[in-house]
């Protein structure tokens, strides 16, 4: 039996989470035991708390109510309270997922107590290391002791860094392991597309059933923090709404909600608030988001995972970022970078509304990468 401790504390890191947990449920429950400690970088109702009911994840065993907060304050306060857990729960393998300051507060404990760190999504680069998230990942990689990395260019992008393909086992932080293992969000739109189908409403709530809607979503700092990106961007939804007469959803992540009336020009907010095409909603349940993309015709984002739910359901996205960690899905012309640029944004719009046929590969692995993983770390237990 091994015993390992997951982190999570962003929605992402929840849902990635309850793959792994799932398979630990169903295959492993002898071998593998899991303590899971939640950051509480993510505190919402919606963004939190229900993810663990819907989705079937354990309770977390720890919650360091650390909230939000400036980088630095938020992520040395995490960094005390993962250590305190480790030294009584030791470990033999702590697992991160992606990208966040929870993600970076667990490397930097682990690695200090030298306590072997299983990184998932390894080996992602959007090459902008303006991004705190492209520190974080970069940071994670090179103190973890198993990669795995969703896809070929993550392996690619690790192989340039410097890691090498061919280590042998034993493994540690100087002979890393680099692994190919597939995308556990994968895994999960699989699993959870048939329950959404079940349990979500959110379509006929919406009033949006047998309707097209277009799906975005804003939650990047760069994006909502500074008015001039955040205009160009509700500038480009209203007019799409406008010129395509097309509903447009827009669950509303604390930060953007937070900050709409305050970066928008006051004509720009009077538009948005009174177009009845724009949905401003609250954050939505996994079930939700996964019923509003599969039904969507088109995905416009700042979101990593949600570029590539997009993807895994067969829809194409429009990439409110300069650049994209999941190249692949650009590559097949399935998604187009835009940033926040208002004209890229709507030639984008009426490309992938017009005759544009982009297409779809299974890129992603078979379903099953939380099994891979687990047997990996079952495998490579010093």
Known sequence: MIKILT??????????????SRAIRESFSDEIHEVLLHTGQHYDQNMSE?????????QPDYNLNVGSGAHGKQ???????????LLKEQPDFLVLYGDTNSTLAGAIAASKLHIPIVHIEAGLRSFN?????EINRIMCDHASTLLFSPTLTGIHNLESEGFRMDNASPFTIDNPG????????????????????????????????GKAFILATIHRDNNTDQPERLNGIFEALYQISILKDIDIV?????????????????????????????HLIAPVSFLDMIALE???????TDSGGVQKEAFY???PCIIMRPETEWVEIVEHGAGMICDADTERILEAVMHFMGEAQPSFPKIFGDGKAAWFICEQMLKNKN
């Not at 930060?255 to 948005?272: C, D, F, H, S, V």
């Open 250 to 278: 827009l669950p509303l992540h604390p930060r953007t909600a937070k900050l709409l009336k305050q970066n928008l020009e006051p004509g720009l907010y009077a538009n948005i608030k009174n177009n009845s095409k724009i």
């Open 294 to 300: 599969k039904n969507a015709v088109l995905v416009m």
């Open 178 to 209: 680099v692994f190919h293992s597939g995308d556990v969000m994968y895994d999960n739109s699989l699993f959870f597309a048939t329950l959404s189908d079940e349990q979500s409403k959110i379509i006929d709530e919406l009033g949006l059933n």
């Open 50 to 58: 229900v993810f663990f009911e819907q989705l079937g994840i354990p």
């Open 129 to 133: 290391k303006s991004m705190p998230e």
């Open 7 to 20: 982190i999570i504390g962003a929605r992402p890191q929840i849902i990635k989470a309850a793959a792994l």
């Open 313 to 315: 359901f067969g829809k």
């Open 75 to 85: 992520t040395a306060t995490m960094i005390t309270g993962i250590e305190e857990v």
